[in-house]
């Protein structure tokens, strides 16, 4: 069982906007550090946004001022706002989350996004 689900991918024109969320599959601590990721075919794992618990976000150099990351810590999880996407934002997008107590890390198993006219 996958313990983060992400949902909200889907197929955009460049230009327009997505909401990505991420939520848990089953019960898991809190988190203190939630962020996300994307994978392009070829390339490395690339960082999106991250933000610790009652931290400010950090951002990808390609995202930032385009993406915004929030969280929910009652219920454990994550969005990211999308605006102004790029053809080159196409990608898989993973969410992960820390474990505050443990130190464990959780991922989800990706959400295709594709910026195309």
């Known amino acids: 069982q996958v313990p983060l689900v992400e949902s909200g991918g889907g197929l955009v024109q460049p230009g327009g906007s997505l909401r990505l969320s991420c939520a848990p599959s089953?019960?898991?601590?809190?988190?203190?550090?939630v962020g996300w990721f994307r994978r392009t075919p070829g390339k490395k794992l690339e960082l999106v946004a991250t933000?610790?618990?009652?931290?400010?976000?950090d951002y990808g150099a390609s995202v930032k001022g385009r993406f915004t990351i929030s969280r929910d810590n009652a219920k454990n999880t994550i969005s990211l706002q999308m605006d102004s996407l790029k053809p080159e934002d196409t990608a898989v997008y993973l969410c992960?989350?820390?474990?505050?107590?443990?130190?464990?890390?959780?991922w989800g198993q990706g959400s295709q996004v594709t910026v195309s006219s």
């Open positions: 089953g019960t898991i601590p809190s988190l203190f550090a």
């Open positions: 933000v610790t618990a009652g931290g400010s976000p």
């Open positions: 992960q989350g820390i474990a505050a107590s443990t130190g464990e890390m959780y």
